[in-house]
């Protein structure tokens, strides 16, 4: 505050979030700009939109009266499979991850295995669900086993890379004091890492188990099984009331699941 | 400690008896729904398909490589119809979001009993649909093409950007809003000048974070027919036109990577 004189008498003002002022105006034009491209390309159709918007009228007034009944045995099968798939692909997708989590940790595993296990994080994690599915579905035919080896391989990458991070930022001192009892290597993995990181396993199980049961709602959309082809029907049909009851049974499902995560996390932590 | 008397010597064991049963009955219902669930799996599945899964995967490989790279001229509006989703998305569910966030945050909600719930609500209905079925939905009413993408992804980024930036506002150092407030500032004036400084960073990665997510999502949109560079990807499988299908998968394998540098580095420049 060398200027204190100056700054006296005149009003404060709050000072700009990019200091640089030619970047301050060079971001913003080039965001408006941005804008501008951007709307210019987007081909709306106003008179379909206005069109549909009674439409949208009746969809938002079928969540108010949902039509379990009519189709429920569809949609019973249809969640059943959904369940099955995510437990099924959560319980793979975590017993891989483990070993693989292990080899991507700097502090466990010698640097030939790191790179491999990194390399196998990296393609799991840059290919989407879906594109996986559609893959998948094509090599192994229609059913839950695609969505199910679809959900496996998509908790590897999520799963394997946030549990490594763990047990790279483990305390060395416990490991150490294992180690130094004379523990083979499995012991110590046991006895020395595996009881710092379980509470973070489970909590990050308990939230990729939601996660795929989300991701499972959709992969009936490509022939992966799971309560997606129902609701994909039940859009195409225009049968709003079922899919508004499936959507309100998938919106609880997770709520639920949640709520248990969190007593569960509340519980280990 | 758990120690048991063997033959006078005492051993350590790790778990108590009780323990010990516990666990293993915990065990036993995991195997034991495993082992139903892929019983079930295994059911509706035609495993001549699967034990011949080798042949048709190398089949699709040599039918897919080399990839048209002559195609890709035609994906330059495709992948700017994409990125056009994910930006205006990304966008638009900011600008609801942050109200959201506001109502639903415990030190700034106007009426924890009442409308708290509501915002809450709104975070978990949104977030616990993809945006894919969003997008399904947007079709069928307004639709296909971009916009039914620029919408689906907006509500569908909403739960999960007001989820970030309520546990954000409710982390706040009370401290400055309280000295704000001894200005004898209103409450707007509080709120912009002791919450928002102290959210800003935080709200400015949630931004980047979501625009990742949702670039990484909007290339797939175009499956159910709301525009960008899925739609593509969809028509040259219909036609089982795999060396296309390959360029397009390179595409947006590389978008994806691209967009998850910049994030990284725009992220590591805010925090």
């Known amino acids: 505050m060398s200027d204190v004189n100056a700054r006296i008498g005149k009003p404060w003002r709050k000072p700009p979030l990019v200091q640089r002022r030619w970047l301050r105006v060079l971001l913003l034009v080039g965001f408006i700009a941005y804008l501008i491209a951007a709307f210019l390309t987007i081909e709306v159709n106003w008179s379909r939109v206005y069109a549909g918007l009674e439409r949208g009228q009746k969809f938002v007034l079928a969540f108010a009266n949902p039509d379990f009944t009519s189709r429920s045995s569809d949609i019973w099968e249809g969640m059943l499979e959904s369940i099955i798939m995510t437990v099924a692909a959560s319980v793979v997708g975590i017993g891989i991850s483990i070993p693989i989590a292990l080899g991507a940790a700097r502090n466990v595993a010698p640097l030939p295995v790191y790179l491999i296990c990194r390399a196998i994080i990296a393609i799991s994690r840059a290919l989407q669900e879906i594109i996986v599915a559609i893959l998948l579905v094509a090599i192994f035919g229609f059913g839950p086993l695609a969505g199910f080896l679809t959900l496996s391989f998509a908790t590897i990458g999520f799963l394997s890379k946030l549990l490594a991070e763990d047990i790279e930022s483990m305390d060395r001192v416990q490991a150490e004091a294992i180690k130094a009892s004379g523990a083979r290597w499995t012991q110590w993995i046991n006895y020395g890492v595996q009881p710092q990181v379980m509470p973070r396993l489970i909590g990050l199980s308990m939230y990729r188990l939601d996660i795929n049961f989300r991701e499972s709602a959709i992969l009936g959309l490509v022939g992966a099984g799971g309560i997606g082809a129902t609701l994909n029907t039940a859009f195409d049909r225009y049968e709003y009331d079922t899919a508004a009851a499936i959507l309100l049974i998938i919106i609880v499902i997770v709520m639920a699941l949640e709520y248990l995560s969190g007593v569960i996390r509340a519980r280990v932590q | 400690m758990p120690v048991q008397d063997l033959k006078g010597q005492k051993v350590w064991q790790r778990r108590t008896g009780r323990e010990s049963l516990f666990h293993w009955v915990l065990w036993l219902t995991g195997v034991a729904v495993f082992a139903y669930c892929w019983q079930q799996i295994s059911a509706s599945t035609t495993w001549f398909f699967v034990w011949d899964a080798p042949r048709i995967a190398s089949d699709i490989w040599t039918r897919a ?207």
């Open chain 2, 65 to 271: 490589t080399p990839p048209r790279w002559e195609y890709i001229t035609q994906l330059g509006k495709p992948i700017w119809d994409t990125l056009n989703i994910a930006t205006l998305g990304t966008i638009i569910s900011l600008i609801l979001a942050v109200p959201v966030a506001f109502l639903a945050a415990r030190n700034t909600t106007p009426s924890a009993l009442f409308v708290r719930p509501i915002a809450l609500l709104i975070i978990v209905s949104t977030r616990s649909i993809n945006s894919l079925i969003w997008a399904l939905l947007l079709i069928a009413i307004i639709g296909p093409g971009v916009f039914a993408g620029v919408v689906a992804i907006a509500i569908r980024s909403i739960g999960f950007c007001a989820k970030l930036l309520y546990e954000a506002i409710e982390e706040i150092d009370e401290t400055q809003v309280e000295a704000i407030t001894a200005t004898g500032a209103s409450r707007w004036q509080v709120m912009a000048y002791g919450i928002v400084p102290q959210i800003l960073p935080a709200f400015a990665g949630i931004a980047v974070f979501r625009w990742d997510i949702n670039i990484r999502e909007s290339t797939v949109l175009g499956l159910v027919g709301a525009g960008g560079i899925g739609l593509q990807l969809s028509s040259s499988l219909n036609v089982l036109a795999w060396p296309q299908v390959a360029l397009i998968l390179l595409v947006i394998l590389a978008a994806v990577v691209i967009s998850e540098w910049v994030s990284a580095k725009v992220r590591g420049a805010i925090i």
